[in-house]
């Protein structure tokens, strides 16, 4: 007999938590030049705030499937939601950088934890034709929060200051974690796996290497030929080798490498890492695009870009249910399919573009997005058994963070080299309407590179099948 869980009241304590936690993360990265004011810092340091916080999640994630298997569901959201508190209430009164650089690796820490419980609490309390559907709602945080965040933000720094946007924050997460207190219930059995120190230590040079590599790399002012840049990510891909190699002669792993035996989770993961690359590749630079080669403000920029992710997150339910209902494939290839033909009309996008035709291409973007992420995701967990569900999305919501890393480097690289190439052929560099046409030529390029990723997940998409949950397939899969 199956547990009966209030899953209503689990999954509102989970997604508010969760929900405030990415609104933080991009509703700060829009005051980022107010901060740079406030706080006489440059561009460099400011970066590492958000630097900082991928850091910390690349760190913690990867030991994410251990602690869900050390520590209850209750404990994990206890200290998930405490860390989370702790560092907005420290961020909303920041009087100087540090302050506020220390806000922001306590706010990680927090969302480090909350995400894989989110995901693995859902796999325990929700039967397989249902996971779609909740899945979809996890969807409308992961996607609507970040896309609120720059709108939200910009409004609360036009009227107020910058620290209302974590003062903002703090009532919610507080209603979250009370929910949370009085329903959440400990859905996992607390096995207490032994620690291997050398695979913690492997992991975060690892992980943590790769992803300050690819963050400083995409900052653009060193760029890749820096040793601050190649040292890091040298280091933590032999870490990694390391680390996987260890992982792999272990009885009980840190990271379980078996649930890459399970064809479906391999090709749903890759098709929510291309995802990834797409989205933090044109997320970065359309606003950028807006705002230099458009010339249009930063509270516009981000209204523009606001029905579309509002709309992927309002839908991300419905496509879960529909993928409850028909499986992935129906899903998957059209929306490949629309996201690939996006792009490419974002290939000639200019700064004579309309606004209505440039909010359009968004709208389709996004949707197509949605159609892709959360089927994908939820057919990739579905094929694991239960005894991995901590350990396939400790490796999914990690290789997510790095993908992260490395897509926002990569189109700052792309970009950069765009726009250096086309200033280096004008005859006046320094002219508005120059500057406004490289940034142009830049994005183009940018956005061929997404359409690129896109199409070759379109190809990866045809060989994405139903996962039947059951024991006799478990079986046939060993």
């Known amino acids: 007999m199956k547990r009966q869980y209030n ?7 989970l997604l508010i938590c969760g929900f405030v936690g990415m609104f933080s993360e991009t509703a700060l990265n ?8 406030v706080f006489q810092i440059s561009a460099a340091t400011a970066q590492w705030l958000t630097t900082g916080f991928l850091l910390t999640l690349g760190i913690i994630m990867p030991i994410s499937g251990l602690l869900l298997q050390m520590f209850t569901t209750r404990q994990l959201f206890t200290g998930s939601l405490i860390s989370l508190i702790t560092g907005t209430l420290i961020a909303a009164l920041a009087f100087n950088f540090e302050m506020l650089m220390f806000a922001r690796v306590l706010q990680a820490t927090g969302m480090a934890l909350l995400l894989p419980l989110m995901f693995n609490t859902i796999l325990v309390i929700y039967p397989p034709e249902k996971r779609g559907a909740a899945m979809g709602f996890v969807g409308l945080v992961i996607m609507f929060a970040p896309a609120t965040g720059p709108t939200v933000g910009g409004l609360l720094i036009e009227f107020l200051s910058w620290h209302y946007i974590f003062w903002f924050s703090l009532p919610l997460l507080v209603i979250g974690l009370l929910i949370g207190l009085k329903y959440l219930e400990n ?22 290497g790769v992803v300050f590599g690819f963050s400083k790399a995409g900052e653009g002012a060193e760029g890749w030929t820096s040793m601050g840049v190649i040292t890091p990510i040298v280091v933590g891909l032999v870490a990694l080798v390391l680390f996987i190699l260890r992982q792999n002669f272990m009885n009980d792993p840190m990271m379980n490498m078996s649930v890459f035996k399970y064809p479906m989770y391999v090709v749903g993961l890759l098709l929510v890492l291309s995802c990834m690359l797409i989205i933090m590749s044109s997320m970065i630079i359309l606003p950028m695009f807006l705002q230099t080669g458009a010339r249009l403000s930063v509270f516009t920029a981000g209204l523009m870009l606001l029905p579309g992710s509002a709309l992927n997150g309002i839908l991300s339910p419905r496509m879960g249910s529909l993928f409850d209902k028909y499986g ?16 490419w009309f974002f290939t000639s996008l200019s700064p004579a573009s309309s606004v209505a035709f440039i909010v359009a291409l968004h709208i389709g973007l996004m949707v197509g997005v949605g159609m892709i992420w959360m089927p994908a995701q939820t057919n990739a967990l579905n094929q694991l058994p239960p005894e991995l569900y901590p350990h396939g999305t400790a490796v999914m919501n990690t290789l997510q963070q790095v993908i992260g890393a490395i897509g926002t480097a990569v189109a700052i690289s792309i970009l950069t080299s765009g726009m250096e190439r086309y ?45 039947v949950v059951n024991g006799e397939t478990r079986k046939s899969i060993h």
């Not at 899953?7 to 304590?13: G, K």
């Not at 829009?30 to 004011?37: G, L, R, S, V, Y």
């Not at 996992?188 to 040079?205: G, W």
């Not at 142009?440 to 379109?458: D, E, H, K, W, Y």
């Open 7 to 13: 899953t209503r009241a689990i999954m509102a304590s």
């Open 30 to 37: 829009i005051a980022m030049t107010n901060i740079m004011e």
């Open 187 to 208: 859905v996992t059995d607390v096995t207490k796996p032994r620690i291997d120190l050398l695979s913690v230590f492997l992991s975060t040079v690892g992980f943590g």
């Open 328 to 343: 992935p494939k129906w899903l998957v290839i059209p929306g490949l399919v629309i996201v690939s033909a996006m792009l």
């Open 423 to 467: 200033l280096h052929g004008s005859s006046s560099p320094t002219k508005q309407t120059e500057i406004a046409n490289a940034m142009t030529a830049g994005s183009q390029n940018v956005f061929l590179f997404s359409m690129i990723i896109a199409l070759i997940g379109l190809v990866m998409a045809f060989f994405i099948r139903r996962v």
